[in-house]
């Protein structure tokens, strides 16, 4: 994994944060690069994991998921050593370090009720290292914040990458064919793994053709039953200050708050919760001082708001379901 890009990098990075499964050639005609300086600076990246294609699941398309924020309170001491058995398991996406180094953020795509219950009455409870928690039930999750780019993309740039040249005059494609839910299992799993495998590797993966590896793929994003993701430090984009914000908001005023924040720059996930503070947002600026004008300038602008907890990233061990593998440690959960 790099410990630095070069501008270059980090724009051709930019774009595939934006638009995961981006060509080539796409990328190279949003950012004015030949195609070719786009695959012999991208390559690399993800041969190193500097950058790691995934999907991450749209809780409200799967009606036996249960999506919660868990603030856990931690003994320091062991505070890795928690976070890193938090990251292994399969049902959590987020994990992050926060604070004073005493208290975990995690977001959890639990199975279901028993599942919840299991976390929530023995295995927190029987850990040691863990003093107490809170726990955010996700309500809903406002998916305009997903478009991050650090700032490195212009709003040209970005509409290029989303729009991309007209397609050449053809006749209609056939409706694509119904997929069994175990050909879209099929594909989510693949893609969970590496979500810029190509269609035959999809295919082959699914028991299907390319084809309509094709149309189920662009089904389930369309459908926003997936989100498609790239990994990657965020610090490398020039990010250097990360928080959580877990804000009080007045019910009336709630949805439309949450749309405001949800499009800012400098905000990367956005959800309404359960619990004293009925929003959770992450927020990634470039530095201490971009913080604090997030905080006063757009934050304390919004009437609605009551009060608002802000926590830096310490560290994070594992993001869009993937483990940060420097950050991986032994732990008792």
């Known amino acids: 994994m790099r410990q630095a890009l070069d501008e270059t990098d980090r724009r ?40 790691r294609a995934t999907v991450v699941r749209n809780p409200a398309r799967f009606p036996h998921v249960i999506p919660m924020a868990l603030r856990i309170r931690c003994r320091p001491n062991k505070i890795r050593q928690v976070a890193g058995a938090l990251a292994r398991r399969t049902d959590t996406v987020w994990v992050d370090i926060l604070g004073g180094g005493d208290e975990i953020s995690t977001v959890f795509f639990l199975d279901g009720p028993d599942a919840r219950n299991t976390l929530l009455l023995r295995d927190l409870p029987a850990t040691d290292a863990v003093g ?42 056939p409706p694509a064919p119904a997929a069994s839910a175990g050909i879209d299992t099929a594909l989510v799993t693949a893609l969970t793994e590496d979500g ?86 992450a927020v990634a600026a470039a530095d201490l001082g971009a913080l604090y004008a997030l905080l006063t300038d757009s934050v304390g602008a919004l009437e609605g708001i009551s009060a608002i907890d802000t926590t830096p ?21």
Not at 148 to 165: H, I, N, V
Not at 213 to 232: F, K
């Open 12 to 51: 051709i990075a930019a774009a595939l944060v934006a638009a995961p499964r981006a060509s080539w050639r796409e990328v190279a005609r949003c950012l004015d690069l030949s195609e070719r300086t786009v695959v012999r600076r991208v390559a690399p990246l993800y041969a190193d994991g500097t950058l």
């Open 132 to 173: 107490s928690w809170t726990s955010h039930t996700l309500l809903r999750v406002f998916p305009t914040a997903f478009r991050w780019t650090a700032g490195l993309l212009s709003a040209k740039e970005l509409a290029r990458l989303e729009t991309g040249p007209a397609p050449p005059p053809a006749l209609p494609a």
């Open 196 to 281: 810029r495998a190509t269609y035959s590797d999809l295919a082959r993966r699914a028991g299907t053709t390319a084809l309509t590896a094709r149309r189920r793929l662009d089904a389930l994003v369309r459908g926003h039953v997936l989100r498609l993701a790239t990994e990657i430090d965020l610090a490398l984009l020039g990010a250097h200050a990360e928080a959580l914000l877990w804000i009080a908001v007045r019910p009336g005023a709630l949805a439309e708050t949450a749309q405001t924040l949800s499009v800012h720059p400098q905000v990367r996930f956005c959800a309404a919760t359960t619990g004293p503070a009925n929003l959770v947002v």
């Open 313 to 333: 990233l310490l560290a994070t061990v594992k993001r869009t379901g993937l483990i940060r593998h420097s950050s991986a440690a032994p732990g008792p959960l």
